[in-house]
């Protein structure tokens, strides 16, 4: 459930969210299945840091979750696998609010986990986070091992483009824009991010996009995409992500916003909650 409502971009402020996964945690502590429980809390805490604006938002540790605490319970595979999963989490934190010393320390643990597992959402969303902050750190860096783990990911989601997987398509533009940066392929990776209506993937393509335009001079143009960026961040409830925009982007502050663009309406969004929900 947790997975799932991450790749699908729902609302972080869904009345559906945060007490769905307390119910899932509180059921694990019933069934004494720590590892059980981790998933949910440590989402819980993602969905903090993303809305809160905690001093260090790429650290899983404030009131719902403490990663170190927790994972200095575990050992052997328990530890190994939960530790893959918050990294997971983290690398996405980090690939949110850019911080480069956090995305190469999560590579550097996520490289063994570079294929699928047991859960579909959840490799997607892993092997998602890898070829990105991959193909960023690996170029930053001149980094070959980290284009090549990032060029796996990103042959995992050409092989289910290929096949037609809807959820895969928009993942693997926005991957294949990140690993050779183009006005028309981020504007690509756009356009199938909306339409798959993931709205937190979308926010990232178009800030990338706009910081991609910022290094080729084009100014007024990068300033479009992070401004859309700002908003689709502010729609999803990412309001730490969106408070750091402000600070870091200074021509966003005092700014009106534009008339919206067509998304579904609220009815749409907690059917397909409740799909989730169902599954």
Known sequence: YAHMWLCAGLPLNSPLLKPKLLLYEEAAIRLQRPTFQLPFSSIRQLVLNLQKSPANPTELKGD???EESVLGTLEGNSLRTSR???STLRLFLALIFWDEECMINMLEILSDFAEPDVSTSRTHFRLFVIGLAGFEMGRKKKDKSLIELANECLKYFR????LGSSSA???YRLIKAVSSPSKSSYDEAISMC???R???FEAMAYERCGMFLQQEKHTDMSNEYIVTSYWLYTDWGATSKANSMMKTYSFLKGMQRPNQRTRSDAS???RLANSIGNK
């Open 64 to 66: 719902a979750f403490d």
């Open 84 to 86: 893959r999963d918050t």
């Open 159 to 162: 092989k289910l483009t290929k």
């Open 169 to 171: 398509t928009p993942i």
């Open 194 to 196: 909306h339409e798959g």
């Open 198 to 200: 993931l709205m937190h």
């Open 268 to 270: 749409s969004v907690m």
